[in-house]
Structures are given as C-alpha cells and as structure tokens.
C-alpha cells in the first residue's frame, strides 16, 4: 500500500509530511481514534517512508519496490519493531517491553530500539494496544521515551486519550485520527472485497460509525435483525431487563468459542446502543432539529422517532446513557465477567433513562 491509495486522515498526512519537510519530526507519537479506522495502516505507511532506503529523508515517499519497503509491507524489516497485545492477556506483558526475567533489558522493545539501525536509518517501533499499557509497562518505556535513541521513531496507538496514563500521555506528541467518512468506507469494503455490491457497502458504512472493523461484523444478516430489534426494545417505554440480557448475551454466545470474538461481538453491542443515545441527545440540540434523520439507517431512525414520543428526561439523561455505554465498553477487554457485566449495563440504562 501506498500513501496515494490511503483513505481518510489527509490533515494527518499533510502535518508529518510538512514535519518531515522542515526536519522537525517528533521521536514519540500517540495516534488516537476509533478501532478500525486506518491508524495502524498509517502507522505502517509512515515506516515504509521512514525506512525506503530510495526516499529523500525529507519527504514521505516510499518507492514501495526496495527491499525495505517489502519488509516493512510483510512486518519483517529489522528496524521495524511491532508490538500488540496477545489475545489471551488483558494487557500488555512486561516482557514484549523490557524482556523475561532472565533477560531483563537485554531483550524487548527498549532494548532492539536502542540499537544502530541495521539499515543505517533509523528504527521504528510501533505498539499497538497502547490501552492496554498498565503501570508497570508505561513506566518501563519512561527512559526509552525521555531520551530517545538517535534516529529512533516510537508510536503507540489507542483509542482514547483517556485510556492513556499520564506518564504515557504526557511524553508523547498526540496525533488525533477521525471515523472514515461513509463514502470512503463503502469504498474500502468494496476495494478489501468485504462486500461486492455497492448498495451494501453503502449501508455498511452508514451504520458502522467509520470503522471497517465494525462494518465486518455487521457483515452478518443475523446482526441486522438483532440490531433493528435490540434498538426498538431500547426505544420502547419500558425496557424489559431479563429479557434484554438474555438477547444480548445469545447474540454475543453466537459470536463462536474464543474469547477475543465475544468480547468484540459485545463491544459492538454496546456501540448499537452509544449510536442510539448519541443521536438521541443531538435531537434535543435546538439547531438539529429533531427531523434531521436522513444521515442514519431505518431501524435507528425509527427507534428515534419512537423514543422522540415518550422520552421526557431530555438530553441530560440521554447523554448519561450514551457515557454509560462508552465506558462500559472499557471494562469489556479487562476480564469482566460477560454475563454481570451485561446485566449491569442494562440495569444502568434503564435506570438513568426512566425506563
């Protein structure tokens, strides 16, 4: 992939080439966004440019035909330093940074990123997952981050700022990536043959907040019932709380066995419900207006034109609802147990919307 191929995240681009160009590139980035909407392709990308060894080192080119592109495109380049969390840790071990206990210091990100680089230009490390980063782990990347090796680049991705600990936050240049707009998302699930039919893609990428992760799962007929269901029962003046869990927790048991997909199958229930009482509270904005519906998809509209009827605790509550959502779906990766934690979601909402 190249940077003209990329969709979305042009300010982004315009910034570190303009960086580059005046030799004022920063060692330490954050990128922060939404999952799924190209961070880690833009991470990869600047690497490439980084690392080609036929771009000028004041532009963000890459020839993508040397030998340090291909590595770098199939993660085998020995500058290139990649990190994520193991699917079955619930946060980033200790050892991917500093080493074993047997070889602490000697092995890990801090210590391969401290080496000459064996292209003679620099080293990239990135860390994907950077949520997951605990106490222990920011701390052991203080020293690398304060006094960075020479010609060393280190990014780390998450998906809020607020998921970040201080010591992280505080050393690093912070980079802000938006959703995909849905005309560029219905073009990479047509490009990444997710989906043939355009008319698909299009709906895909109305309902899936500019994440291609997100658009994947919807890729389900199953999920669209559930989907259009679950929002009416949202929308409805009561909401009925053991029946809600037990429809919920079925449609995340179906995601299959391993853990990682029903942890991701119930994040992209709770984002249903987010995108509910985000568009909900934004009805209550005075310059809305509460029949601007054209930019959602039927069944959100129609839940919305259905809370509209009911709904009197204005948009104090539905934004409550609408944190709730978005915390609760921090706790889904931290080992919480599925069915409790679903039970006291559901719970939450109902009581904060009056239901």
Request: with cysteine; hydrophobic share 40%.
């Amino acid at each position: 992939m190249q940077w003209d191929s990329l969709l979305g995240h042009q300010t982004q681009l315009v910034w570190f080439q303009n960086a580059l160009a005046q030799r004022r590139l920063a060692t330490s980035f954050l990128f922060i966004g939404p999952d799924g909407i190209g961070k880690r392709t833009f991470a990869k990308l600047l690497s490439k440019s980084l690392l080609c060894r036929n771009s000028p080192t004041d532009q963000l080119k890459a020839c993508g035909k040397c030998e340090d592109c291909v590595q770098v495109e199939a993660s085998t380049h020995p500058d290139l330093i990649e990190l994520s969390k193991p699917a079955d840790k619930s946060s980033l071990p200790l050892d991917l940074l500093i080493g074993d206990q047997d070889h602490r210091m000697r092995e890990g990100l801090c210590h391969d990123i401290s080496l000459r680089p064996f292209g003679g230009r620099r080293k990239v490390a990135i860390i994907d997952d950077a949520d997951y980063l605990n106490e222990e782990g920011a701390n052991s990347l203080l020293k690398t981050l304060e006094e960075p090796p020479t010609d060393s680049i280190l990014i780390l991705i998450g998906t809020s700022l607020q998921r970040q600990l201080p010591t992280i936050r505080s050393r690093c240049q912070c980079v802000l990536f938006h959703p995909l707009s849905e005309a560029d998302l219905s073009t990479l699930l047509l490009r990444q043959n997710i989906v043939q039919d355009a008319a698909v893609a299009g709906e895909l990428a109305k309902v899936s907040g500019g994440s291609l992760s997100a658009a994947q799962l919807l890729n389900d007929p199953e999920l669209h019932e559930f989907r259009a269901a679950f929002l009416e029962k949202l929308a409805s003046p009561k909401i009925q709380l053991a029946e809600l869990a037990k429809t919920c927790n079925a449609i995340i048991d179906a995601a299959g066995k391993e853990a990682k997909l029903k942890r991701d199958r119930m994040k992209l229930v709770m984002s249903f419900a987010a995108q509910f009482y985000r568009e909900l509270t934004l009805q209550f904005d005075v310059n809305v207006g509460s029949s601007n519906l054209s930019h959602v998809d039927q069944p959100l509209s129609s839940a919305l034109e259905q809370a509209s009827r009911y709904w009197s605790r204005g948009s104090s509550a539905s934004l409550a609802c609408w944190d709730t959502c978005l915390r609760t779906m921090e706790h889904v990766d931290r080992n919480a147990n599925q069915a409790s934690l679903m039970e006291w979601w559901i719970a939450k909402l109902a009581e904060q919307s009056g239901c």
